[in-house]
């Protein structure tokens, strides 16, 4: 870094934007969507529209269902996990684990019967939310990776704002008339600026979310290894109890849901059973989280033997802990109504533009001049433009296209969907590497706005309780096919004006110059030819 404080920010900021970009990128579309996980996943479980919300007194008894299922098919698990029926997925939700290493059980029950559900197998929304923070890989890498690209990403927000003296007149300018790097930096300062708070806090709070991740060290050291104690005292969960190595009965689940409903006006959101058949096996009910922007569930904790209540913890959480759900609540944004969601999302889509014009202008600032040819490195980052810009949302629709054509009853279905994904991505990143730019940048954008229309007709053909086909289906469905037609017609819009750019041509000065340079320069006084005198008449 040379020169100036300014230029070395200046530097820091284009590099830093390069070399992450991609993958923030990414970060910001999965994150964005994942403000509408719940809505995504039931589009994604059509079945849902058919079947019928469960009343909270039956949850007593979808609860003993259950329980023995999982006393059937998980009996060595340590840990039980029930997500009782809500009114956006109303069956029942197993998850259990037997032992470290092993594949996780899961399952979705019908709550009446408790037999295995028909609705389809798939991760609806959960795949875009986990993605956002762990790029589908192994948990520990994936975060790792997550959290260093958004460190990054504040060092980039951080030096753009010394880089840019005139931040706040660049948020009124945006020549879209000028030439591609002046237009393509308007826009990046534009959605820069304007949601600059909102990209500030969303980087910030997504490294906070998992600071006991990424620097363990205070909590080992202080609790001796034992994150429990930590996470207890901190009052995030019930005081665990150690297995007692002696069986004994579960005691009947219901009556300690009765009870639980009773204690509190939240819903009951799932249950968490601990050490099943042992004498010290404990019941933890935890409930939906208070309005509020604190991200903390209420919970109370039963013996799984006798049904005693052991334990409740409503709040009360050390200074640090409330902070720590503040800032979770911030970035997750449950506490959000409809217009505050959406306006989330707006900003989050402006994150993604903010990410995309500015690794658009690295290549365009570097171009060839005129009988030059571009490097390999600019060919390659040219490449990775369209392939993350243009090929990301269509391995999204690929993705939702793939829930819709796949069949229903197809062995792991659920894996087929993320591999159509990642196929559709890696097809998108490598054919512009074959495709001249412009026709590159065309015909990606042109693919996505296809693909968005594609998944609007499979959802329309269908599903027979499509709005269109039947009067009083979900209305989901006609939000969320409004939803893909807007993106087709913006990706379609964008690949029009590639195709028909024209570069603005050099323009004189003003228009004197050009009246100036129209006429025939005046020829001086003294190069003039002597006339002759006129004659005089007598």
């Known amino acids: 870094m040379k020169g100036s404080f300014r230029q070395s920010m200046a530097w820091l900021h284009t590099w830093s934007g390069l070399i992450v970009g ?16 719940p809505d995504i996943s039931r589009w994604m479980r059509p079945e849902f529209t058919r079947v019928e919300p469960v009343e909270a007194p039956a949850l007593g008894a979808a609860a003993e269902r259950a329980v023995a299922y999982l006393g059937t098919h998980a009996a060595q698990a340590r840990t039980w996990f029930i997500g009782l029926p809500q009114p956006d997925k109303p069956v029942l939700d197993l998850f259990w684990r037997t032992r470290p290493g092993a594949p996780p059980g899961h399952v979705l029950l019908d709550p009446r019967t408790g037999t295995e559900s028909s609705v389809r197998d798939t991760q609806g929304g959960d795949f875009l939310y986990r993605f956002h923070f762990e790029l589908h890989m192994p948990p520990l890498w994936g975060r790792w990776v997550v959290g260093i690209c958004a460190m990054i990403m504040l060092v980039a927000l951080i030096s753009g704002i010394v880089t840019h003296k005139r931040i706040f007149a660049d948020f009124f300018t945006f020549r879209r008339g000028k030439a591609p790097r002046r237009s393509w930096l308007d826009a990046h300062n534009v959605t820069g600026v304007l949601a600059l708070p909102f990209h500030l806090m969303i980087t910030y709070t997504g490294i906070i979310t998992l600071a006991t991740f990424y620097m363990p060290w205070g909590v080992t050291a202080a609790y001796k290894g034992n994150a429990q104690a930590f996470f207890t005292e901190a009052s995030w969960i019930t005081t665990p109890r150690p297995p007692a190595k002696q069986a004994a009965p579960l005691a009947p689940i219901g009556p300690m849901v009765e009870q639980a409903r009773a204690a509190r006006s939240e819903p009951l959101e799932r249950l968490m059973i601990v050490n099943p058949g042992d004498a010290n096996a404990t019941v933890v009910a935890v ?18 033997v006798s049904g005693a209540i052991l334990e409740v913890r409503d709040g009360g959480l050390k200074p640090a802990a409330k902070t ?20 989330f999302f707006l900003c989050g889509i402006m994150g993604c533009a903010m990410i995309a014009t500015g690794v658009v ?19 390659l980052v040219q490449a990775l433009n369209v392939g993350s810009i243009a090929g990301l949302p269509a391995a999204v629709a690929v ?10 009853d197809l062995a792991g279905r659920e894996e087929w969907e993320i591999r159509a994904f990642f196929g559709a991505w890696i097809v998108a990143a490598l054919v512009p590497l074959a495709r001249p730019q412009r026709r590159a940048w065309c015909e990606g954008l042109a693919a996505v706005s296809v693909l968005c229309l594609a998944v609007v007709a499979a959802d329309i053909l269908t599903i027979p309780d499509h709005p269109l086909r039947r009067a009083g289906g979900d209305p989901l469905f006609a939000w969320f096919d409004g939803a893909m037609l ?3 017609g913006l990706f379609a819009l964008a690949a029009r004006k590639v195709l028909r750019y024209e570069a603005p041509k050099k323009a004189h000065k003003n228009e004197h110059e050009r009246d100036r340079a129209a006429k025939p320069a005046p020829v001086p006084a003294a190069a003039q030819p002597a006339r002759r005198p006129e004659p005089t008449h007598a």
């Open 399 to 408: 993705y939702f296209l793939a829930n819709r054509l796949l069949p229903v």
């Open 22 to 37: 991609w993958v923030l990128f990414s970060i910001f579309v999965t994150g964005t969507a994942s403000y509408y996980r």
């Open 361 to 379: 202008l690295w290549s365009l600032a570097r171009l060839p001049k005129a009988g030059e040819r571009p490097f390999l490195g600019l060919r």
């Open 486 to 488: 807007l993106l087709a």
């Open 324 to 343: 720590f759900t503040v800032m979770t609540g911030l970035h997750e944004g449950h506490f959000a109504g409809t217009m505050l969601r959406l306006l």
């Open 287 to 304: 409930f939906e989280e208070p309005h509020g922007l604190s991200h903390e569930h209420p919970q109370i904790a039963f013996d799984g």
